[in-house]
């Protein structure tokens, strides 16, 4: 709920959300990666994952500029992205009586693969314009 809001609002796209499935949590050389974790009542970690072009794409989106490369600033922003998704979702979950509080992110880039003892990881696609970006989350159960 709160990705496809965010992004249809900062970003100006239409995205659908896709299928969720069990995913590995291993990334590959072209991704860029944005890891948040969050605690409270609920605990776990948030991977939002792009394509390098894809997340080109979005940082041209929010900037309203071309981007043709993960610059600092365009690295920003796609930052701020993640921030604004997590920072929205901590809001509706407040508002079903479950606080957690959300750690700032985590920028990465290259091959990747995360282990968790503690959870599956869970990825649901949000596509648009034939474009797909993954919203990978692992939540610590009790």
Avoid at 10 to 38: A, Q, S
Avoid at 59 to 85: F, H, Q, R, W, Y
Wanted: aromatic content about 6%; glycine content about 8%; proline content about 5%.
């Amino acid at each position: 709920m709160a990705s496809t809001k965010i992004l249809k609002e900062m970003c100006f796209i239409e995205p659908k959300l896709g299928r969720p499935f069990i995913k590995d949590p291993v990334f590959l050389d072209n991704t860029l990666l944005i890891l948040i974790g969050f605690t409270g009542e609920m605990r776990g970690q948030v991977i939002i994952a792009f394509k390098q072009e894809i997340a080109c794409d979005i940082a041209s989106k929010m900037m309203m500029m071309p981007v043709t490369d993960l610059d600092e600033m365009a690295k920003s922003a796609i930052c701020e992205l993640g921030n604004m998704i997590l920072g929205n979702t901590a809001t509706i979950f407040s508002t079903k009586g479950i606080a957690i509080d959300i750690t700032p992110p985590t920028l990465g880039t290259g091959s990747m693969s995360f282990t968790n003892n503690f959870a599956k990881n869970i990825c649901i696609p949000i596509e648009y314009d034939n474009k797909t970006i993954e919203i990978n989350i692992a939540i610590k159960g009790d």
